[in-house]
Nanobody, 114 residues
Framework: QVQLVESGGGLVQAGGSLRLSCARS????????MGWYRQAPGKQRELVAS??????TYADSVQGRFTISRDNARNTVTLQMNSLKPEDTAVYYC?????????WGQGTQVTVSS
């Protein structure tokens, strides 16, 4: 089964940066609105950033710190995360947005230490 593949997570200190990448073989991601979601322990999965033909939108909690972008040549969607906070700790997933069309990938763990 073709899956979304997220990468780039890791352990970082508060104030640090990470760059996440999302790929899916067999699909041209530029044809879809895409988003980055995250799920922290004990919490529901939430959409934190999305990019469509109309532009990019962000959750209030990440506005000004995260940037979503596409690399159409590589068929990937990236999430640049700066000024990370401990509350950003979560498993990060990508999928279509708005509305989820693909099966979820395994996600990539982001852990921010204080």
């Amino acid at each position: 089964q073709v899956q979304l593949v997220e990468s780039g997570g890791g352990l970082v200190q508060a104030g640090g940066s990470l760059r996440l990448s999302c790929a899916r073989s067999g699909s041209i991601l530029s044809l879809y609105g895409m988003g980055w979601y995250r799920q922290a322990p004990g919490k529901q999965r939430e959409l934190v950033a999305s990019i469509t033909s109309r532009g990019s939108t962000y959750a209030d909690s990440v506005q000004g710190r995260f940037t979503i972008s596409r690399d159409n040549a590589r068929n990937t969607v990236t999430l640049q995360m700066n000024s990370l906070k401990p509350e950003d700790t979560a498993v990060y997933y990508c999928n279509t947005a708005p509305g989820v069309l693909f099966a979820w990938g395994q996600g990539t763990q982001v852990t921010v230490s204080s």
